[in-house]
């Protein structure tokens, strides 16, 4: 069975910089694709960014240029970049991974959750 561990997260000063891991163990199939969502203090759930297994890439407008998400297949880990944080950023930070064809298409995993604080 799949699970995602996030880390990284914290407490940083605006302006300042941040690294989030997500690392997954178990069966890992492909074709997939990761994300990072965030939820902020009584707010829904938002999607910040997707990397696909191939390593296409998108982002939510208001970080884009500011977050990088990237993945190494070898280690089955992704991350997310996160430079010049604002306060508005600070929220729980979640990984997502979902299987997007063949025999376990429609798998849906969660992680727990990271928690990242952007205060001066």
């Known amino acids: 069975q799949l699970q995602l561990v996030e880390s990284g997260g914290g407490l940083v000063q605006p302006g300042g910089s941040l690294r989030l891991s997500c690392a997954a163990s178990?069966?890992?199939?492909?074709?997939?694709?990761m994300f990072w969502y965030r939820q902020a203090p009584g707010k829904e759930r938002e999607w910040v960014a997707t990397?696909?297994?191939?390593?296409?890439?998108a982002y939510l407008s208001s970080v884009k240029g500011r977050f990088t998400i990237s993945r190494d297949n070898v280690k089955n880990t992704m991350y997310l970049q996160m430079n010049s944080l604002k306060p508005e950023d600070t929220a729980v930070y979640y990984c997502?991974?979902?299987?997007?064809?063949?025999?376990?298409?429609?798998?849906?995993?969660w992680g727990k959750g990271t928690l990242v604080t952007v205060s001066s």
């Open positions: 990397c696909t297994d191939g390593g296409s890439t």
């Open positions: 178990g069966s890992i199939f492909t074709p997939n694709v």
């Open positions: 997502n991974f979902r299987i997007v064809g063949g025999t376990y298409a429609g798998m849906n995993v």
